[in-house]
Protein backbone atom coordinates (compact mmCIF):
# COMPACT_ATOMS: atom_id res chain seq x y z
CA UNK A 1 0.00 0.00 0.00
CA UNK A 2 1.07 3.44 0.00
CA UNK A 3 3.54 4.66 1.95
CA UNK A 4 3.69 8.18 3.86
CA UNK A 5 3.67 11.08 1.75
CA UNK A 6 4.74 14.27 2.10
CA UNK A 7 4.74 17.65 0.03
CA UNK A 8 6.22 20.03 -1.44
CA UNK A 9 9.63 17.67 -1.21
CA UNK A 10 11.44 20.91 -1.45
CA UNK A 11 10.86 24.17 -0.56
CA UNK A 12 13.17 27.40 -0.65
CA UNK A 13 11.84 30.42 1.13
CA UNK A 14 12.68 34.42 2.45
CA UNK A 15 13.33 35.08 5.95
CA UNK A 16 10.27 36.48 7.44
CA UNK A 17 7.63 34.70 5.09
CA UNK A 18 5.24 31.81 6.12
CA UNK A 19 5.29 28.43 4.92
CA UNK A 20 3.25 25.51 5.53
CA UNK A 21 4.17 21.85 4.91
CA UNK A 22 1.62 18.52 4.42
CA UNK A 23 2.07 15.37 5.82
CA UNK A 24 -0.35 12.31 4.18
CA UNK A 25 0.08 9.37 6.91
CA UNK A 26 -1.14 5.74 5.92
CA UNK A 27 -4.59 5.18 5.56
CA UNK A 28 -5.76 3.87 9.08
CA UNK A 29 -2.92 5.02 11.05
CA UNK A 30 -4.43 7.18 13.61
CA UNK A 31 -0.88 8.34 15.02
CA UNK A 32 0.61 11.16 13.20
CA UNK A 33 4.06 12.46 14.31
CA UNK A 34 6.17 15.97 12.68
CA UNK A 35 10.08 15.86 13.35
CA UNK A 36 12.68 17.21 12.36
CA UNK A 37 16.42 16.64 10.75
CA UNK A 38 18.95 19.67 10.59
CA UNK A 39 22.51 19.46 10.80
CA UNK A 40 23.16 20.65 14.36
CA UNK A 41 20.10 19.64 16.18
CA UNK A 42 19.50 15.91 14.86
CA UNK A 43 16.26 14.48 14.66
CA UNK A 44 14.11 16.10 17.00
CA UNK A 45 10.19 15.66 17.63
CA UNK A 46 8.20 18.56 17.04
CA UNK A 47 4.10 17.49 17.29
CA UNK A 48 1.93 14.29 18.06
CA UNK A 49 -1.46 13.29 17.13
CA UNK A 50 -3.62 11.25 18.17
CA UNK A 51 -7.38 10.43 16.92
CA UNK A 52 -8.99 13.03 18.56
CA UNK A 53 -7.13 13.87 21.54
CA UNK A 54 -5.75 17.13 22.10
CA UNK A 55 -1.62 16.96 20.63
CA UNK A 56 1.20 16.73 22.38
CA UNK A 57 2.74 20.11 21.26
CA UNK A 58 6.65 20.03 23.43
CA UNK A 59 8.25 19.59 21.13
CA UNK A 60 7.22 23.15 18.96
CA UNK A 61 10.33 24.92 19.06
CA UNK A 62 8.72 28.88 18.96
CA UNK A 63 5.31 29.95 18.64
CA UNK A 64 6.33 30.28 15.23
CA UNK A 65 5.42 27.07 14.68
CA UNK A 66 1.78 25.21 14.49
CA UNK A 67 -0.03 22.22 13.23
CA UNK A 68 -2.94 20.89 12.67
CA UNK A 69 -4.72 17.51 11.65
CA UNK A 70 -7.68 17.63 10.06
CA UNK A 71 -10.43 14.93 9.54
CA UNK A 72 -8.16 12.74 11.41
CA UNK A 73 -5.72 12.35 8.48
CA UNK A 74 -3.89 15.31 6.48
CA UNK A 75 -1.46 17.45 8.94
CA UNK A 76 -0.43 20.50 7.70
CA UNK A 77 2.87 22.10 9.41
CA UNK A 78 2.97 26.01 9.62
CA UNK A 79 5.79 28.07 10.21
CA UNK A 80 5.01 31.65 10.00
CA UNK A 81 8.02 34.38 9.95
CA UNK A 82 10.61 31.96 8.98
CA UNK A 83 14.25 32.21 10.07
CA UNK A 84 17.01 31.16 9.01
CA UNK A 85 17.12 28.67 11.84
CA UNK A 86 14.37 26.80 10.31
CA UNK A 87 15.65 25.35 7.58
CA UNK A 88 16.19 21.86 8.39
CA UNK A 89 14.20 18.52 6.38
CA UNK A 90 10.69 18.43 8.60
CA UNK A 91 9.60 14.69 8.58
CA UNK A 92 6.71 13.29 9.45
CA UNK A 93 5.71 9.74 10.47
CA UNK A 94 2.35 7.45 11.09
CA UNK A 95 1.69 4.65 12.86
CA UNK A 96 -0.89 2.59 14.44
CA UNK A 97 -1.77 3.38 18.22
CA UNK A 98 -0.46 0.18 19.89
CA UNK A 99 2.06 0.17 22.23
CA UNK A 100 5.15 0.39 20.52
CA UNK A 101 4.25 0.46 17.00
CA UNK A 102 7.03 1.45 14.62
CA UNK A 103 6.23 4.73 13.27
CA UNK A 104 6.83 4.47 8.99
CA UNK A 105 8.16 7.64 7.90
CA UNK A 106 7.80 9.50 4.76
CA UNK A 107 10.48 11.41 2.35
CA UNK A 108 10.73 14.58 4.27
CA UNK A 109 10.44 18.32 3.19
CA UNK A 110 13.63 19.77 2.64
CA UNK A 111 12.97 23.74 3.59
CA UNK A 112 15.83 26.31 3.11
CA UNK A 113 15.35 30.13 4.40
CA UNK A 114 16.82 32.45 2.56
CA UNK B 1 14.45 12.73 30.74
CA UNK B 2 14.94 9.97 28.42
CA UNK B 3 18.40 10.20 26.24
CA UNK B 4 19.84 8.07 23.57
CA UNK B 5 23.67 8.16 23.01
CA UNK B 6 25.12 6.50 19.65
CA UNK B 7 29.03 7.46 20.34
CA UNK B 8 30.17 6.51 17.15
CA UNK B 9 29.63 9.20 14.70
CA UNK B 10 31.44 7.71 11.49
CA UNK B 11 32.48 4.19 10.54
CA UNK B 12 34.20 2.94 7.88
CA UNK B 13 35.04 -0.86 6.71
CA UNK B 14 35.65 -2.71 4.16
CA UNK B 15 33.10 -5.23 2.49
CA UNK B 16 32.34 -8.20 4.45
CA UNK B 17 34.01 -7.03 7.53
CA UNK B 18 31.41 -7.26 10.65
CA UNK B 19 30.36 -4.15 12.06
CA UNK B 20 28.62 -3.51 15.49
CA UNK B 21 27.09 0.16 15.93
CA UNK B 22 26.67 0.75 19.64
CA UNK B 23 23.31 2.59 21.33
CA UNK B 24 23.10 3.70 24.94
CA UNK B 25 19.83 4.67 26.59
CA UNK B 26 18.53 6.42 29.62
CA UNK B 27 15.19 6.27 30.83
CA UNK B 28 12.65 6.30 34.06
CA UNK B 29 9.99 4.22 32.51
CA UNK B 30 10.10 0.82 33.46
CA UNK B 31 7.98 0.37 29.68
CA UNK B 32 10.02 1.46 27.05
CA UNK B 33 10.54 0.29 23.25
CA UNK B 34 13.63 0.71 21.37
CA UNK B 35 13.93 0.64 17.40
CA UNK B 36 16.51 1.07 14.95
CA UNK B 37 16.21 2.93 11.75
CA UNK B 38 18.52 3.11 8.54
CA UNK B 39 18.80 6.68 6.48
CA UNK B 40 20.45 5.60 2.74
CA UNK B 41 21.74 8.15 1.47
CA UNK B 42 18.26 8.83 -0.33
CA UNK B 43 17.03 10.01 2.63
CA UNK B 44 13.75 8.33 3.89
CA UNK B 45 14.01 7.00 7.29
CA UNK B 46 13.44 2.74 7.15
CA UNK B 47 12.14 0.82 10.02
CA UNK B 48 14.91 -2.28 11.00
CA UNK B 49 13.54 -3.37 14.63
CA UNK B 50 11.61 -2.81 17.50
CA UNK B 51 12.44 -4.11 21.46
CA UNK B 52 9.86 -4.04 24.15
CA UNK B 53 12.10 -3.38 28.14
CA UNK B 54 10.74 -6.79 28.76
CA UNK B 55 12.17 -8.86 26.00
CA UNK B 56 15.84 -9.16 26.74
CA UNK B 57 15.89 -11.91 23.83
CA UNK B 58 18.37 -11.75 21.53
CA UNK B 59 17.30 -10.98 17.59
CA UNK B 60 18.68 -12.28 14.43
CA UNK B 61 17.55 -11.83 10.82
CA UNK B 62 19.80 -12.53 8.33
CA UNK B 63 22.71 -10.57 8.69
CA UNK B 64 21.63 -8.68 11.17
CA UNK B 65 21.58 -9.07 14.86
CA UNK B 66 20.52 -6.90 17.90
CA UNK B 67 21.86 -7.32 21.45
CA UNK B 68 19.31 -5.96 24.29
CA UNK B 69 20.60 -5.43 27.51
CA UNK B 70 19.09 -4.12 30.26
CA UNK B 71 21.65 -4.17 33.33
CA UNK B 72 23.85 -2.16 30.80
CA UNK B 73 20.80 -0.47 28.92
CA UNK B 74 22.36 -0.83 25.46
CA UNK B 75 20.72 -2.10 22.43
CA UNK B 76 23.59 -2.61 20.18
CA UNK B 77 23.56 -3.93 16.51
CA UNK B 78 25.71 -5.88 14.28
CA UNK B 79 26.21 -6.40 11.03
CA UNK B 80 27.69 -9.52 9.82
CA UNK B 81 29.46 -9.81 6.29
CA UNK B 82 29.05 -6.35 5.45
CA UNK B 83 27.94 -5.04 2.02
CA UNK B 84 28.31 -1.97 0.38
CA UNK B 85 24.63 -1.17 0.36
CA UNK B 86 24.54 -1.21 4.14
CA UNK B 87 26.00 2.00 3.56
CA UNK B 88 24.07 4.51 5.48
CA UNK B 89 23.31 6.51 8.56
CA UNK B 90 21.96 4.40 11.34
CA UNK B 91 19.57 5.88 14.31
CA UNK B 92 18.49 3.90 17.89
CA UNK B 93 15.41 5.35 19.38
CA UNK B 94 13.65 4.94 21.96
CA UNK B 95 9.77 5.76 23.52
CA UNK B 96 8.20 5.35 26.57
CA UNK B 97 4.76 3.85 26.98
CA UNK B 98 4.58 4.56 30.95
CA UNK B 99 4.91 8.53 30.64
CA UNK B 100 2.73 8.09 27.51
CA UNK B 101 5.23 9.85 25.78
CA UNK B 102 5.11 7.70 22.37
CA UNK B 103 7.44 10.49 20.67
CA UNK B 104 11.03 8.91 19.10
CA UNK B 105 13.74 10.55 21.02
CA UNK B 106 16.78 9.80 18.37
CA UNK B 107 20.30 8.78 18.83
CA UNK B 108 22.81 11.48 16.90
CA UNK B 109 23.26 8.40 14.07
CA UNK B 110 26.35 6.76 13.23
CA UNK B 111 27.29 7.00 9.77
CA UNK B 112 28.45 3.65 8.33
CA UNK B 113 30.74 3.48 5.43
CA UNK B 114 31.16 0.15 3.55
CA UNK B 115 34.04 0.34 1.19
CA UNK B 116 34.02 -2.34 -1.54
Known amino acids: GAGVSQSPSNKVTEKGKDVELRCDPISGHTALYWYRQSLGQGLEFLIYFQGNSAPDKSGLPSDRFSAERTGGSVSTLTIQRTQQEDSAVYLC????????????FGPGTRLTVL | AQKVTQAQTEISVVEKEDVTLDCVYE???????LFWYKQPPSGELVFLIR??????QNEISGRYSWNFQKSTSSFNFTITASQVVDSAVYFC?????????????FGSGTRLQVQP
Open chain 1, 93 to 104: ASSLFRQGNEQF
Open chain 2, 93 to 105: ALSEEGTGRRALT
Open chain 2, 51 to 56: RNSFDE
Open chain 2, 27 to 33: TRDTTYY
